[in-house]
């Protein structure tokens, strides 16, 4: 029996893989602390849990339409309006099964055979797996410590050819919590004006922000708006990741008909409930507890970084969002998975090794978990380096 090319060439998510193998461990019993998940410990805000109870009361368990409920797009426009200065109609809006179903969508419309797709390394471990699932090229742009792991407009200019159809940022980045500022975006927006590239901004940690403010990549000028499509969710923000809601918005009303008549024949339109608890989160009214919640990982993140800093031939670039640190162990060992490996074997610590995101010598260390786990967690790191 044959299997079709296109599903053979899809590689496992390193980060789901690991997490789940730190769970089945501590399931057998095992002490494992684990950093390596994607995902808020906080629990999801009681207002949405009762938007939900709500809708479920009021019998709202039927379809919807696919792009969503126009209550649900409508409060998404007002939110990129209000937060990105970003002017969206309904009709410029759709509603997937959480971000990465929106860029499986995205790709699966615009992505032809040898089409280049200009990728910043380090990246979120999907990008480059859509790209080579729909046929297309991932070039990828290398970035280091030096500029806090963001690329600059000499290495997107180079990296240009005649094949190239698309730029990916993520902002703030996963794995690197780095942000692009509104000068960095306008400087790689002057590189492609007068191009045909598009732009997918992937700005799922916009709401988890220390020491800066976020620029949403369409909102620099007229040129970025109508080249780039926003893509972004409710679940790191509001600890709703099971949830499952996430959203695009293009100014090119065709294609989100397009992707819309995709999903149509996918999935349908996302949870019903989901989509009457996700108001409640757009239109402002968990905001404090957005911000608790913000809060809480600041404090986290300072302690790991001075934890980490503290261990001979560690360094770590303080991320400005996200709850993710991107660890240089370089000086220590440069084949990150048997770093990790030996982690998790001998001292019963999982973290994501940096291959996995593009780039050796490095592990992401996840600080969404309580101060007291990372503190040990770290201590536990420190003593296995001392080791070797």
């Given at each position: 029996m044959e299997y079709s090319r296109r599903i053979s060439s899809l590689s496992e998510s390193i980060t789901i893989?690991?997490?789940?193998?730190?769970?089945?461990?501590?399931?057998?019993?095992?002490?494992?602390?684990?950093?390596?998940?994607?995902?808020?410990?906080?629990?999801?805000?009681?207002?949405?849990?009762?938007?939900?109870?709500?809708?479920?009361?009021?019998?709202?368990?039927?379809?919807?339409a696919v792009s969503g409920i126009i209550e649900l797009r409508k409060a998404i426009v007002a939110k990129l309006q209000k937060d990105n200065q970003l002017s969206y109609t309904p009709d410029e809006i759709l509603v997937s099964n959480g971000a990465k179903h929106s860029l499986f969508n995205i790709f699966s419309a615009l992505i032809n055979n040898e089409d280049e797709v200009i990728i910043p390394a380090p990246y979120w471990v999907t990008y480059p797996e859509l790209v080579t699932y729909f046929g297309g090229k991932n070039v990828f742009i290398q970035t280091s410590d030096e500029t806090a792991f963001k690329i600059t407009k000499?290495?997107?200019?180079?990296?240009?050819?005649?094949?190239?159809?698309?730029?990916?940022?993520?902002?703030?980045?996963?794995?690197?919590?780095?942000?692009y500022s509104r000068q960095e975006i306008q400087e790689l927006a002057e590189v492609l004006k007068d191009t045909d590239i598009w732009v997918?901004?992937?700005?799922?940690?916009?709401?988890?922000?220390?020491?800066?403010?976020?620029?949403?990549?369409?909102?620099?000028?007229?040129?970025?708006?109508?080249?780039?499509?926003?893509?972004?969710?409710?679940?790191?923000?509001?600890?709703?990741?099971?949830?499952?809601?996430g959203y695009l918005?293009?100014?090119?009303?065709?294609?989100?008909?397009?992707l819309d008549n995709l999903q149509s024949q996918c999935t349908s339109n996302i949870n019903s409930i989901t989509q009457k608890a996700s108001m409640s989160v757009l239109d402002g009214r968990i905001d404090k507890d957005i911000q608790a919640m913000c809060g809480e990982f600041k404090k986290r993140r300072d302690e790991a970084i001075s934890l980490f800093n503290a261990i001979d031939g560690v360094s770590v670039v303080k991320p400005e969002g996200a709850f993710y640190?991107?660890?240089?162990?370089?000086?220590?060992?440069?084949?990150?998975?048997?770093?990790?490996?030996?982690?998790?074997?001998?001292?019963?610590?999982?973290?994501?090794?940096?291959?996995?995101?593009?780039?050796?010598?490095?592990?992401?260390f996840s600080f969404a978990t309580d101060i007291q786990s990372i503190q040990k967690g770290i201590e536990r790191i420190a003593n296995f380096i001392h080791q070797k």
């Amino acid at each position: 029996m044959e299997y079709s090319r296109r599903i053979s060439s899809l590689s496992e998510s390193i980060t789901i893989a690991i997490s789940t193998l730190a769970r089945d461990l501590k399931a057998g019993g095992k002490d494992i602390l684990s950093f390596s998940a994607g995902e808020p410990d906080f629990d999801t805000p009681q207002l949405v849990k009762d938007e939900a109870i709500k809708a479920i009361q009021e019998g709202f368990t039927k379809y919807t339409a696919v792009s969503g409920i126009i209550e649900l797009r409508k409060a998404i426009v007002a939110k990129l309006q209000k937060d990105n200065q970003l002017s969206y109609t309904p009709d410029e809006i759709l509603v997937s099964n959480g971000a990465k179903h929106s860029l499986f969508n995205i790709f699966s419309a615009l992505i032809n055979n040898e089409d280049e797709v200009i990728i910043p390394a380090p990246y979120w471990v999907t990008y480059p797996e859509l790209v080579t699932y729909f046929g297309g090229k991932n070039v990828f742009i290398q970035t280091s410590d030096e500029t806090a792991f963001k690329i600059t407009k000499e290495q997107l200019k180079s990296a240009i050819t005649s094949k190239t159809k698309m730029l990916i940022l993520n902002t703030p980045s996963n794995p690197t919590g780095s942000i692009y500022s509104r000068q960095e975006i306008q400087e790689l927006a002057e590189v492609l004006k007068d191009t045909d590239i598009w732009v997918v901004s992937d700005e799922m940690y916009e709401k988890l922000i220390y020491d800066t403010t976020f620029t949403s990549v369409a909102s620099v000028g007229t040129d970025m708006l109508e080249r780039t499509i926003s893509v972004n969710g409710v679940s790191k923000s509001a600890a709703m990741t099971g949830w499952r809601m996430g959203y695009l918005a293009s100014k090119d009303k065709k294609l989100v008909k397009m992707l819309d008549n995709l999903q149509s024949q996918c999935t349908s339109n996302i949870n019903s409930i989901t989509q009457k608890a996700s108001m409640s989160v757009l239109d402002g009214r968990i905001d404090k507890d957005i911000q608790a919640m913000c809060g809480e990982f600041k404090k986290r993140r300072d302690e790991a970084i001075s934890l980490f800093n503290a261990i001979d031939g560690v360094s770590v670039v303080k991320p400005e969002g996200a709850f993710y640190l991107f660890v240089n162990i370089s000086k220590i060992e440069k084949d990150s998975m048997k770093f990790c490996k030996e982690l998790l074997e001998k001292m019963g610590v999982a973290v994501v090794p940096g291959i996995g995101f593009g780039i050796d010598g490095y592990f992401r260390f996840s600080f969404a978990t309580d101060i007291q786990s990372i503190q040990k967690g770290i201590e536990r790191i420190a003593n296995f380096i001392h080791q070797k």
